[in-house]
């Protein structure tokens, strides 16, 4: 590829007719436009939910071009889209995602959970791939709105949920190297049930990083995800679940598959004890759980509450570490953290050939703690912090 700098004006058909004509709109949740599909499509029994298989009836969508600005958003029956096999998308992988989830809760209302952080983290996103400016708090009166037609696709059940997935394309035409000035956001959302029924093994790899700085580790971006794939199946090859992503040198403990890693740890001086992650430099996505579980961690409200006192860690840590303080005793808890988990144990990391085995399966009493405690929040069973955002 020698056109880095060839192609700087727009595709043919891209230009509209009088280019000065005000200022691009901003994305305006008001000027939604909704078309009802006709149809219902058959809610499936919940026991046969896989994780992002099923998707209910209606979808949202809208397009940005460098002239008019974002569409009206339409609110119409889900289904395919279609686009130029040109668009800069499949060429070059403009795109970026997020992932949250809308609960219900026993008194039939439906929440979101901390979804202002879904949205600043999707407003740059868009900005790290030079993607058109989206404003967060208009895609999520979106979500809202979708989440409420399809309100028949949440399930009742404790630890189900209708997991959310705003995405945003870029659509420009030709396959000139540069930002992509159109777009397409659309928001599709699954019937999901609990990610993991049982403890998960970790396989430590250095061979393959994830994330690295200066890199889109920290951002929600399609392209940090499929150069896992072939990694993650030899892990599965080996008789593990997942991976553990490590970095440099020194094998610093970065994150499991796509969601961030924790371990607990016994301290020296006996009071209470450590939960430890690595910290936000770039090689670390931003969950929104895991800033949850620092937050929690760091409360004295809810040391009471669970009667432990927590010492919340963003630090630096390495494989020789975790192999330490496992020899010592030391190592209590693994855990898994992300939206579509909460907080799921880990129970044994591979590493050069050996298992490092964590007591209990990787759950013990603090994983559990704030695994409740997060799932109390998001089904309406508590109030706390106003981190349950109630939708409809
Ligand atoms: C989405 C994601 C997470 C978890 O983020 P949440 O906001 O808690 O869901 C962690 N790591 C990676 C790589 C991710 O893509």
Request: hydrophobic share 40%; with cysteine; glycine share 10%.
């Amino acid at each position: 590829m020698g056109d880095g700098n060839s192609v700087t004006s727009p595709a043919p058909g891209q230009t509209g007719d009088s280019p000065n004509s005000g200022s691009p709109a901003a994305l305006d949740a008001s000027k939604l436009k909704i078309t009802l599909a006709q149809t219902l499509k058959p809610l499936q029994p919940i026991e046969t939910l896989l994780f992002g298989q099923t998707f209910s009836d209606h979808m949202v969508v809208a397009t940005h071009d460098p002239e008019k600005g974002w569409s009206a958003p339409e609110l119409k029956p889900y289904g395919p889209i279609t686009l130029d096999p040109q668009c800069s998308c499949f060429h070059y992988g403009g795109n970026i995602f997020e992932g949250m989830k809308a609960y219900l809760g026993p008194d039939d209302k439906i929440r979101l959970f901390r979804p202002d952080m879904n949205m600043r983290r999707m407003e740059k996103s868009c900005a790290r791939l030079a993607l058109p400016t989206i404003d967060g708090d208009a895609v999520l009166e979106l979500i809202k709105r979708l989440v409420d037609v399809d309100r028949r696709w949440i399930p009742k059940e404790s630890g189900y949920s209708l997991y959310i997935r705003p995405t945003v394309i870029a659509t420009r035409l030709g396959l000139g190297l540069t930002a992509s000035d159109h777009a397409m956001l659309y928001i599709i959302v699954s019937p999901t049930g609990p990610y993991f029924a049982k403890p998960i093994s970790l396989l430590a790899v250095s061979e393959n990083v994830r994330a690295w700085p200066g890199g889109t580790g920290g951002d929600k971006v399609a392209g940090n995800y499929s150069p896992g794939f072939l990694p993650q199946r030899t892990a599965a090859d080996k008789g593990y679940d997942q991976l553990l992503w490590l970095f440099g040198d020194d094998r610093r403990v970065t994150e499991a598959g796509a969601m961030n890693f924790f371990v607990v740890v016994k301290r020296d001086d006996e009071d209470g004890v450590d939960l430890i992650t690595a910290p936000l430099d770039g090689t670390i996505l931003p969950g929104v759980t895991r800033a949850s579980c620092l937050a929690l961690a760091s409360d004295p409200e809810f040391h009471q509450e669970i009667s432990m006192r927590l010492h919340p860690q963003e630090m630096v840590y390495t494989m020789s570490d975790l192999a330490k303080w496992s020899s010592e005793g030391k190592l209590l808890e693994a855990l898994a953290i992300g939206t579509a988990a909460i907080v799921g144990p880990c129970n044994r990391i591979g590493f050069e050939g050996k298992d490092i085995v964590i007591p209990g399966d990787g759950m013990g009493p603090v994983g559990t703690a704030i695994r409740k405690k997060i799932l109390d929040i998001q089904e309406g069973r508590t109030e706390w912090k106003g981190w349950g955002v109630v939708c409809a």
